[in-house]
């Protein structure tokens, strides 16, 4: 129930019914088909928490809008299979069907374009299955890689050499590192050159073989520079590209080497593209709310220009 019944009143406010609790059942009152949704809302929330999964917010409104598409049996898909384990030893699983997707297409494909807003995991979940490999002796190196682009500012601003100045961008890389490996194996892994984090301008003109390499903030690259990432690829690797194709930092006129991938690429074997959405966002319930405020204007603006081409 939660707090309060916080949980409980998550789920009556969202469908527009009421509940009371008697006992260990649940009475919901309200229209037929409101009430109905809601008791298959709380059966999934009941598999989640047999399952020994963690229910908060962001995995009740979840629940709400898997029932409303008529797909919550989908629930468990989600919780079969561990991603990875934390040096503490927690386990990392996916939250959302769209993770399961993406995550099954990493470890089915040799190279995968992971394209959805932020909070989706994207980055996250490729470190994680980045370790996995490297643990399990897939892979003898893990490459994580990003465009210097910055999001209205200027690394010129910035003091310290390169190196320096995108460390601030890649440190959510080195965050899900850190959380994986544990603070001494990572420093030890990245003295040795195992664990390389550096911008996509130091990887022209090398061969990554047996190595699992993560393009992240993708959508910011060029044509040519995308081009220049996906060839450098050696036996035995595996790449994973990030990015939001909202989220284009390129100066005008500048085509997202992102976009252009995925189009030129999504046919071509061995190579996977998922598509996250709102839904899949797994931070604060309101991280939804935004992305889907931006999505609806977007589509809005993208109409209006279709109606002025028409004219």
Known sequence: MGTFDENLNIVTRELGVSAAVEGTAVKISGEAESAALAAR???GILKLIRAGESVDKTRIVYCIELAREGNLDD???VMSGVVAITFRGKQIKCKTVGQKKYVDAIKNNTVVFGVGPAGTGKTYLAVCLAVSAYKGKQVEKIILTRPAVEAGEKLGFLPGDLQTKVDPYLRPLYDALQELFGMETYGRLMEKGVIEVAPLAYMRGRTLSNAFVILDEAQ???V????MFLTRMGDGSKMV???DVTQIDLPDGRRSGLKHAVNVLKNVEGVGVVTLT???VVRHPMVMRIVRAY????ARREAAREE???K
């Open 41 to 43: 809302v709380l059966d």
């Open 75 to 77: 629930i468990e898909q």
């Open 220 to 222: 910011n690259t060029t």
């Open 224 to 227: 040519e520079q995308m081009k």
């Open 241 to 243: 590209v990030n990015g």
């Open 278 to 280: 709102a839904q899949d």
């Open 295 to 298: 999505e609806r204007d977007a």
């Open 308 to 310: 002025r081409r028409k």
